[in-house]
């Protein structure tokens, strides 16, 4: 299921098999909402090419009451409303979502999503929790640092997580672009920040990692 807590329900599916559910599925549009991925220019992308998600519907959030500058933020004037999310569409219809477009992170000129990041770390079975952040770099604009959370008996290093991420990815992407999504310093923690609804707070995440030795010696870049 996918949605806001503006708009509602905007995407859903049913899984009869689990081992056929990619991850960050979310579905087809309900009844009455439409959904598409758009480019920068907000012009629809092909299946397959990432952008940002919008949906919009006829009965369903139309915009704040009183405050036209914050409507005006995220609806456009076709009533689109703009998730901030980035997705693609598979050629069965099915959209995924890859994460926030304003945490996107920009490395050697190339777009990286951390939740894309995240997720492939999270996979190791030692480990608990992942953040991944970029911080300021004046050659590569932004580099890739991470944060970690590991079982407390299951010690690893940063050649064992970067080795991790490259056999997960094998054959998934070119060796140029592999580069740059593998953090350049792993950090550990004990425990990450989280929200009420436990999920990983970014913001509080990333002002705790800038205060620590996480920032190394460069400042965080901002996130929003």
């Given at each position: ?83 901030d999310d980035i997705g693609v569409m598979r050629e069965n219809g099915i959209f995924i979502v890859k994460g926030r477009k304003s945490d996107m992170m920009i490395i050697g000129g190339l777009l990286v999503t951390p939740l894309f990041v995240e997720n492939i770390i999270k996979k190791h079975p030692n480990v608990i929790d992942a953040y991944v952040y970029p911080v300021h770099d004046d050659k590569m604009f ?83």
């Amino acid at each position: 299921m996918y949605g806001t807590t503006e708009f509602g329900l905007a995407s859903a599916m049913q899984v009869s098999n689990p081992n056929e559910f990619e991850d960050y599925a979310i579905g087809y549009p309900t009844p009455g909402v439409e959904l598409k991925i758009v480019d920068d220019d907000g012009n629809i992308v092909p299946k397959g090419t990432s952008g940002e998600i919008y949906f919009r519907s006829r009965d369903r959030f139309h915009g704040y009451l009183n405050n036209k500058e914050k409507s005006a933020l995220c609806l456009d004037k076709a009533g689109w409303y703009k998730t901030d999310d980035i997705g693609v569409m598979r050629e069965n219809g099915i959209f995924i979502v890859k994460g926030r477009k304003s945490d996107m992170m920009i490395i050697g000129g190339l777009l990286v999503t951390p939740l894309f990041v995240e997720n492939i770390i999270k996979k190791h079975p030692n480990v608990i929790d992942a953040y991944v952040y970029p911080v300021h770099d004046d050659k590569m604009f932004q580099r890739v640092y991470a944060a970690v959370v590991v079982q407390p008996e299951g010690a690893l290093s940063d050649v064992a997580i970067r080795n991790f991420i490259v056999q997960q990815q094998s054959g998934n992407l070119d060796s140029f672009i592999e580069k740059r999504y593998i953090p350049e310093h792993f950090f550990f923690y004990k425990e990450l920040p989280h929200t009420r609804n436990e999920k990983l707070d970014r913001k509080a995440t990333a002002l705790m990692i800038k205060s620590t030795k996480g920032a190394n010696q460069t400042d965080l870049y901002p996130q929003r």
